[in-house]
Nanobody, 121 residues
């Protein structure tokens, strides 16, 4: 199995930045596509960003130009750099993994426990 552990969440003022990390462990983890989702209070979980093993990236429209997903395959770690944060970015952020680049954006096989991000105005 693949195990995922998020960290880096916290409280930040609007316009500020946070960097989330996701440490992955398991067999052949560097061959998995990785992603970030988020769930705001009272809302459904939504896709945020994904990255393939070769570094290809995809973002939902609401975070383009503000968030950057990256990965360090040697460290089995995925990052989400979040800049120009807005109150509507407030959510629990979840790391995800799946062997399929397309499936990781929709129904990934593995999930972390989440890290909370709160953006105040």
């Amino acid at each position: 199995q693949v195990s995922l552990a998020e960290s880096g969440g916290g409280l930040v003022q609007a316009g500020g930045s946070l960097r989330l990390s996701c440490a992955a462990s398991g067999s052949n983890v560097n061959m998995y596509a990785m992603g970030w989702f988020r769930q705001a209070p009272g809302k459904e979980r939504e896709f945020v960003a994904s990255i393939g093993w070769g570094g290809s990236t995809y973002y939902t429209d609401s975070v383009k130009g503000r968030f950057t997903i990256s990965r360090d395959n040697a460290k089995n770690t995925v990052y989400l750099q979040m800049n120009s944060l807005k109150p509507e970015d407030t959510a629990v952020y979840y790391c995800a993994a799946d062997p399929s680049l397309s499936r990781v954006k929709r129904t990934p096989d593995y999930w972390g426990q989440g890290t909370r991000v709160t953006v105040s105005s």
